[in-house]
């Protein structure tokens, strides 16, 4: 059973940085588009950023500038650094991956970021 497990959420100041990651496993991740999406609560979940299996980076205009995706094959990982962060940006945090082909969807269990003084 494929699995997708987040860690490194928490509580930081606005103005402050997090750095999320994604442990992904029994799937072949290098072929997955993988992705960090988000939901505040009563919102509907929204994108925040996907990589391709070429690295290929895709952001909410929201995050651009602040927000860095990045994978490690080798590791199964996907991470998000979150700099500058904002009370807006407060919301679980959800890993995503996506087998293009067959379109095979796998969500993570979420993370909970609250930016807060």
């Known amino acids: 059973q494929v699995q997708l497990v987040e860690s490194g959420g928490g509580l930081v100041q606005p103005g402050g940085s997090l750095r999320l990651s994604c442990a992904a496993s029994r799937l072949r991740f290098s072929i997955y588009v993988m992705g960090w999406y988000r939901q505040a609560p009563g919102k509907q979940r929204e994108l925040v950023a996907t990589?391709?299996?070429?690295?290929?980076?895709n952001y909410a205009d929201s995050v651009k500038g602040r927000f860095t995706i990045s994978r490690d094959n080798a590791k199964n990982t996907v991470y998000l650094q979150m700099n500058s962060l904002k009370p807006e940006d407060t919301a679980v945090y959800y890993c995503?991956?996506?087998?293009?082909?067959?379109?095979?969807?796998?969500w993570g269990q979420g993370t909970q970021v609250t930016v807060s003084s």
């Open positions: 990589i391709t299996s070429g690295n290929k980076t």
């Open positions: 995503r991956a996506e087998n293009m082909v067959f379109k095979y969807v796998y």
